[in-house]
């Protein structure tokens, strides 16, 4: 775990975002926090919420608090209507700090679990990547993933599974259509 301390006396340790490997990962891990197919919720109770961060190496965060379960949840609901494309709800400020190291690195970071995942957000974000991140559209599904087509026009998150029945379902309506035509 890399933790540094901001250099301000007083101060919690920042948790840098090169613990996390791809924060673009990072996000869709966390937006998959909600599975709508299984109807499970990570963030549903504080003892789970830390076990997702102990299981992603984020366990130095305490993740306990009804606060910090709550401002999760609000980011994640965010989250997911930007990546489907929707509005989010209202604007809503998340603590990221800029850390810089003694080599001159410039690192994103935070004290606390929502506004670490907020630093990787904004890291995809200022990496031009923040459009890959998608919801899929199967509303029995609603999967968060990673789009890596090369023009960005992935809609599924498994053509195999999600896409194969919509494609089904639009036949099965045209041939429905001409039928009754």
Known sequence: ??????????????VLLDVCGDPAELLVDFL????????????????????????????????????????????????????????????????????????GQVE??????????????ATVAIEQRLDRVKICPADDCRWAFYDISRNRSRQWCSMEVCGNRAKARAHRERLAARDTA
Do not use: Y
């Open 108 to 121: 994103l970071s935070a004290a606390n679990p929502v506004g670490f995942l907020a630093a990787a957000v």
């Open 32 to 103: 998959n926090t909600l599975d709508v197919d299984e109807g499970t919720d990570v963030l549903a109770s504080a003892e789970s919420w830390q076990g997702w961060l102990e299981a992603h190496e984020l366990g130095c965060f305490d993740a306990t608090t009804g606060e910090e379960l709550a401002a999760a949840r609000q980011l994640r609901d965010d989250l997911r209507a930007r990546a489907a494309g929707e509005p989010c709800a209202q604007v809503r400020e998340v603590g990221i700090q800029v850390a810089l190291s003694g080599d």
């Open 1 to 14: 775990m890399a933790e540094k301390s901001a250099g301000v006396s007083g101060t919690r340790p920042l």
